[in-house]
């Protein structure tokens, strides 16, 4: 998974889940070295590396060993944005969860999600993962689960009958198993390869309370465009996003020069870039945005070292790129902000 770009605002949707337990957002990626607006929105990218300090700061001990099966248990299928919305569109629960498995990519891009139908039982298993650590801790397998079967209810409209969840981690001490099984109500099986919820076959054919065909074909668009465009991200797309972001500040950043550390001409970038349905230099200017923006809402943002910064000659370009960008000057924007310190 090394090289990839995943989409921030999904796994992502499992870190959205953890993050409604924090007050300040903003702290925890901070804690994990990264700025809350270079992973905010749903268009934001993170590398796998980010994604395991992310998650790894958000479900660190908190002196509440029952920090994930809490997180995970308020789920609903609305925090899922547009995917949530076309598998509850769907007509039973089996289609529903054949769109989670077509669009695993977008909620859990580094685990394996499948389902196995036996003549007495079906299973959902999680597992995978194993390059990143986080997902062989006790709060991220409690999350997964919890948020699995909250999920679950939520598209069935409250109740989803389990006969036995399994997870990867060791049983919890006695005294807190109550909880679990207060939430599951089923057979609780700790130790196990895989994280993974079993149920009877007849439930695959539920009907679900918000059944939408006429949005289906709307949802469908949006959340393939999301697909295409994480898939644009972790090919030549997000090779030369990373290199723009860390090429700020480090001379001009033209074609040739990316194209150059990425080992290829600058028209056979321009051209692997046209086929993923991108361009350079809005690559560029997005990436000077973002950053242009995040400076400035920090009361101390030195103008013209900004626009040096980002490469423009002088602060008369840079003013008038920004205002392209965003419709006012960069004064403007940060007059409107609240300093960030």
Same mark, same amino acid.
């Given at each position: 998974m090394d090289g990839q770009w995943l989409r921030a605002g999904n796994a992502p949707g499992l870190l959205d889940i953890v993050l409604r337990g924090y007050p300040d957002k903003a702290a925890v990626c901070q804690a994990a070295g990264l700025e809350a607006d270079a992973v905010a929105g749903c268009g934001a990218m993170v590398t796998p590396s980010q994604l395991e300090a992310l998650l790894g700061t958000a479900l660190a001990p908190t002196g509440d060993p029952l920090f994930g099966l809490r997180a995970g248990r308020d789920s609903h299928y609305r925090d899922?944005?547009?995917?949530g919305g076309l598998?509850?569109?769907?007509?039973?629960?089996? +289609? #529903? &969860?054949?769109?989670?498995?077509?669009?695993?990519?977008?909620?859990?891009p580094y685990l394996a999600l499948a389902l196995h139908r036996e003549e007495h039982q079906c299973t959902l298993t999680v597992g995978g993962g194993e390059t990143l650590a986080v997902t062989r801790t006790r709060a991220h397998n409690d999350l997964l689960v919890a948020a699995l079967?909250?999920?679950g209810r939520s598209l069935l409209g409250g109740r989803m009958p389990i006969q036995r969840v399994a997870f990867r981690h060791s049983c919890p001490p006695a005294e807190q198993l109550a909880e679990y099984r207060s939430f599951f109500r089923c057979e609780l099986d700790f130790g196990q390869p895989d994280n993974a919820l079993v149920f009877s076959p007849a439930l695959l054919g539920h009907s679900l309370p918000a059944v939408d065909a006429a949005r289906r074909p709307d949802l469908e668009r949006t959340v393939d465009g999301q697909r +295409? #465009? &994480?898939?644009?991200?972790g090919g030549v797309t997000g090779q030369v996003l990373e290199q723009l972001h860390s090429g700020l500040g480090q001379g001009p950043l033209t074609v040739d020069v990316v194209a150059d550390r990425l080992d290829m001409t600058a028209r056979t970038l321009q051209r692997r870039l046209q086929d993923e349905g991108a361009q350079f230099a809005r690559?560029?200017?997005?990436?000077?945005?973002?950053y242009a923006c995040r400076r400035l809402r920090h009361g101390d943002c030195d103008m013209p070292e900004l626009a040096r910064r980002l490469g423009f000659s002088d602060i008369a370009n840079f003013y008038h790129a920004f205002r392209r960008w965003t419709g006012c000057t960069p004064g403007a924007y940060r007059g409107n902000q609240a300093p960030d310190r």
């Amino acid at each position: 998974m090394d090289g990839q770009w995943l989409r921030a605002g999904n796994a992502p949707g499992l870190l959205d889940i953890v993050l409604r337990g924090y007050p300040d957002k903003a702290a925890v990626c901070q804690a994990a070295g990264l700025e809350a607006d270079a992973v905010a929105g749903c268009g934001a990218m993170v590398t796998p590396s980010q994604l395991e300090a992310l998650l790894g700061t958000a479900l660190a001990p908190t002196g509440d060993p029952l920090f994930g099966l809490r997180a995970g248990r308020d789920s609903h299928y609305r925090d899922l944005g547009p995917l949530g919305g076309l598998m509850a569109a769907s007509e039973t629960l089996e +289609q #529903a &969860l054949l769109v989670l498995l077509r669009h695993r990519e977008l909620l859990l891009p580094y685990l394996a999600l499948a389902l196995h139908r036996e003549e007495h039982q079906c299973t959902l298993t999680v597992g995978g993962g194993e390059t990143l650590a986080v997902t062989r801790t006790r709060a991220h397998n409690d999350l997964l689960v919890a948020a699995l079967v909250a999920l679950g209810r939520s598209l069935l409209g409250g109740r989803m009958p389990i006969q036995r969840v399994a997870f990867r981690h060791s049983c919890p001490p006695a005294e807190q198993l109550a909880e679990y099984r207060s939430f599951f109500r089923c057979e609780l099986d700790f130790g196990q390869p895989d994280n993974a919820l079993v149920f009877s076959p007849a439930l695959l054919g539920h009907s679900l309370p918000a059944v939408d065909a006429a949005r289906r074909p709307d949802l469908e668009r949006t959340v393939d465009g999301q697909r +295409q #465009a &994480l898939r644009r991200a972790g090919g030549v797309t997000g090779q030369v996003l990373e290199q723009l972001h860390s090429g700020l500040g480090q001379g001009p950043l033209t074609v040739d020069v990316v194209a150059d550390r990425l080992d290829m001409t600058a028209r056979t970038l321009q051209r692997r870039l046209q086929d993923e349905g991108a361009q350079f230099a809005r690559l560029r200017d997005q990436v000077r945005m973002e950053y242009a923006c995040r400076r400035l809402r920090h009361g101390d943002c030195d103008m013209p070292e900004l626009a040096r910064r980002l490469g423009f000659s002088d602060i008369a370009n840079f003013y008038h790129a920004f205002r392209r960008w965003t419709g006012c000057t960069p004064g403007a924007y940060r007059g409107n902000q609240a300093p960030d310190r």
